[in-house]
């Protein structure tokens, strides 16, 4: 799947390392009240939508065009739980329920500025052969809520069509300024590997008020990607 162009060019450019994508269904009735206006739960042709848990370090950020990373916002780690969302342009994005991030200074700017969700977080992720750990421990809001991934990476794989869904996703719906957002952004094929589970803990996606229909999906991973983001658009 491609994406489609930015209209009005770069807004931030950024890459994602060593992320981690774990997944399950969920019924769409069950999450329609998370939704902002204007947006709705996206179901794949198994009548189901999907919910993540995606650990990721952030290693670089620049605004625009720039080939200049920022120093202190640039490289940081998060986690973040999503919901998979359209609209009635089309339009197949994520709504976050929450960021996690152990950059301060990032959560009230992106909080603000779009919309966003961000928490601040005590992060770490340490990697020893072909095993990642994320660790996470929230301090603001709802300080304790926690969450531990261990994963051992295989090998390289083919992405199943719902993998393909579920990973070409093309922007954000956000809520800012009682109105609703379109965050768009574009990125290449995302180049996956298998990943077992080896331990998971996890508060996150309890607190987030969504509820598992089904069994835990297998988990991918992947060395990163870069991916640019366009201006937000507010929805009519």
């Not at 991973?221 to 201006?231: A, E, H, I, L, N």
Request: include cysteine; glycine fraction near 8%.
């Amino acid at each position: 799947m491609d994406p489609p162009p930015l209209v009005g060019g770069v807004y931030l450019d950024q890459s994602w390392a060593d992320l981690t994508f774990v997944h399950w269904p969920v019924e769409p009735e069950t999450v329609e009240h998370l939704f902002p206006r204007w947006t709705r739960p996206d179901v794949f042709c198994d009548g189901l939508t999907y919910v993540a848990l995606v650990p990721f370090t952030m290693s670089r950020t620049a605004i625009g065009g720039s080939v200049f990373a920022l120093p202190y916002f640039g490289r940081f780690l998060e986690t973040n739980i999503r919901l998979y969302s359209t609209d009635d342009a089309g339009r197949h994005g994520v709504l976050f329920c929450s960021l996690e991030t152990a950059r301060l200074a990032v959560v009230p700017v992106v909080r603000l500025g779009m919309g966003v969700p961000y928490t601040w977080a005590r992060m770490r992720t340490t990697r020893s052969g072909d095993r990642i750990t994320y660790d996470s421990v929230r301090r603001w809001p709802r300080r304790g809520l926690r969450s531990h991934l261990t994963i051992a990476i295989g090998e390289p794989v083919a992405p199943t069509p719902l993998e393909v869904w579920l990973t070409a996703r093309w922007g954000a719906h956000t809520r800012k300024g009682g109105r609703t957002w379109w965050v768009p952004n574009t990125h290449g094929p995302w180049p996956l590997r298998s990943a077992q589970v080896v331990d998971l803990a996890d508060d996150l996606l309890s607190a987030s008020g969504v509820r598992p229909a089904g069994d835990r999906m297998r988990a991918l991973y992947s060395p990163g990607v870069r991916t640019q983001f366009g201006r937000p658009v507010a929805l009519a």
